[in-house]
């Protein structure tokens, strides 16, 4: 039997948004995520309420022509705390956990964890291109997208 090893690779990034964590939270949902991030695209699998909540299940379009399947693992409210898992089935799966913090002066912190493990020798090929500047690029895609929403309440042009 081959003995395989898949590489972990690790980022994390916190972002500063004009809004408080009760105006920013809800957005941070796959169904709401498609008011303010242009060009996301999802499938609602399951979900009881409709939004994210614990066990909810959703795909988007994703590695090599092919799609990632997503759940909610956490969705607590009352500590504006969210965490997925995605896998690109026989590439990747990554965990994402995000914590939104208040700063008491109508804006907040996100912090933003993503966990990525190749689980084929192909997908540790694929987790090569997730460096820093990769990562970077993506939060920053993020950040302004979402704080354009949280200003004017309407998704940037793309």
Known sequence: MHAFQGNRVVHEYVQTNPGTPEKLFPLLCPVREADWLPGWEYRLIYSESG???????????????????????????????????????????????????GAGDGTSQTRIRYCYTG?????????????RPWFEARMKNWETSINHYLRTGERIAS
């Open 51 to 101: 939004f994210a909540e614990p066990g909810c299940v959703f795909t988007s379009p994703g590695l090599k022509d092919g799609e990632k399947t997503w759940i909610v693992t956490e969705c607590n409210r009352d500590a504006d705390r969210i965490a997925f898992v995605w896998t690109a089935p026989g590439l990747v799966i990554a965990q994402l956990q995000i914590q939104v913090v």
């Open 119 to 131: 689980l084929s020798e192909e997908g540790n090929r694929e987790l090569e291109s997730y460096d």
